[in-house]
């Protein structure tokens, strides 16, 4: 069965480095997206991209977060200057579509453990 | 705002039925999502509801109202393997390609 997969698993970075999240959609799915989830705390939408570009971003997703897609097969979460908050089980995830139907299920990937010293 | 509202815990017996109830009230409503998270794991879908009623697939059943904004997503012979966290949630649709969690309801199955 297809699934979503992510690596690393596990990053530990000290605060201020900049940190690259990799992530390998669905093939055949066109809606990418980035959640994250802080210990204990309920998953939170960062933000959602198609076609080459972002569709849609929550107010987390500040202007030290980036994404890209740089190939046919990759999506990355970049933030440039981590902070301690930062901390937190960033989930990838991607779905066939978004119009309706289970098309638009969003199916997730293992995540990457991320600890900001 | 978006308002998810779960229970934080529920206990249930081993081959026993279990409903998880969640309410909704957000901006926009496109339908509802049923996840499955096992501790320091990755949320695994469960069942989709856009149209009021239920929806059944073989031990789990979601049900919704969307007059109500209610949900429940019923476990039926429980098993020890079914303790976890479920997670309620919304799709916004409408331009908003986005899922908002509730909290999740961490559920412990006991002998």
């Known amino acids: 069965e297809p699934e979503v997969t992510q690596t690393p698993s596990h990053q530990v970075t000290q605060m201020g480095q900049e940190v690259i999240l990799r992530c390998v959609p669905i093939?055949?799915?066109?809606?990418f997206y980035w959640y994250r989830q802080i210990l204990g705390q309920k998953v939170e939408f960062l933000v959602s991209?198609?076609?080459?570009?972002?569709?849609?971003k929550s107010e987390i997703f500040d202007d030290q977060f980036s994404v890209e897609r740089p190939d046919g097969s990759n999506f990355t979460l970049k933030i440039r200057s981590t902070k301690l908050e930062d901390s937190a089980m960033y989930f990838c995830a991607s779905s066939e579509g978004i119009m309706g139907g289970l098309e638009e299920t969003q199916y997730f990937g293992p995540g990457t453990r991320l600890l900001v010293l | 705002g978006q308002n998810i509202d779960q229970p934080t815990e529920m206990t249930a017996t081993e081959g026993a039925i279990v409903q998880i109830n969640c309410t909704y009230q957000?901006?926009?409503?496109?339908?509802l999502f049923w996840y499955q998270q096992h501790a320091g794991e990755a949320p695994t879908f469960l069942s989709y509801?856009?149209?009021?009623g239920l929806e059944e697939k073989g031990r789990f059943s979601s049900f919704l109202s969307r007059s109500k904004g209610y949900s429940y997503l019923l476990l039926k012979e429980l098993q020890m393997k079914d303790s976890a966290s479920y997670l309620c949630?919304?799709?916004?649709?409408?331009?908003?390609?986005?899922?908002?969690f509730g909290k999740g309801t961490k559920l412990s199955v006991i002998p």
């Open positions: 949630a919304a799709y916004l649709g409408a331009g908003s390609y986005q899922l908002t």
């Open positions: 093939s055949n799915h066109l809606y």
């Open positions: 957000t901006s926009g409503f496109n339908g």
């Open positions: 509801n856009v149209l009021d």
């Open positions: 991209f198609y076609n080459n570009e972002i569709s849609e």
